[in-house]
């Protein structure tokens, strides 16, 4: 009787499994440092609203301070210059803007700030407030 014997296989690194691994922990620590980044942005007493519903995300973010300086991502315009800033967007009729404003800013000020945005062009304007409980 003829005895056969296994051959022995030598062991091999599997490369695609470690390919895998490697892909999941580039996208995991990727959505971890994205959450890590701060938003900036101005701390406000916004007013309250029984209704208060969450709006989509806007193109801008439009700040109005108390003492009526307009300021959008970082950097700080007057009337004239938000208009031009708008204005010159790709496609204003489709700029999604929303309004944040101080609880003690004028009334005034706030429709200015929105007069502006209708003559450049943007009809989609958002109020920020908070919910009322």
Not at 15 to 38: A, E, G, K, N, S
Not at 114 to 124: I, L
């Amino acid at each position: 009787m003829e005895r056969r014997y296994f051959e022995q296989k030598k062991g091999r690194v599997e490369i695609i499994p470690m390919i895998d691994i490697m892909l999941f922990l580039l996208v995991f620590f990727i959505m971890i440092t994205l959450q890590m980044i701060p938003d900036k942005g101005l701390n406000l007493q916004l007013p309250t609203a029984s209704r208060a519903q969450q709006l989509p995300h806007p193109h801008y973010t439009i700040n109005i301070d108390k003492d009526g300086s307009v300021n959008v991502k970082g950097h700080r315009y007057d009337l004239g210059g938000l208009q031009e800033m708008l204005a010159s967007d790709s496609d204003p009729g489709k700029t999604q803007i929303t309004i944040v404003a101080d609880k003690g800013v004028p009334f005034q000020n706030f429709v200015h700030v929105m007069d502006r945005c209708q003559k450049a062009g943007v009809s989609d304007i958002g109020i920020a407030a908070k919910a009322s409980n």
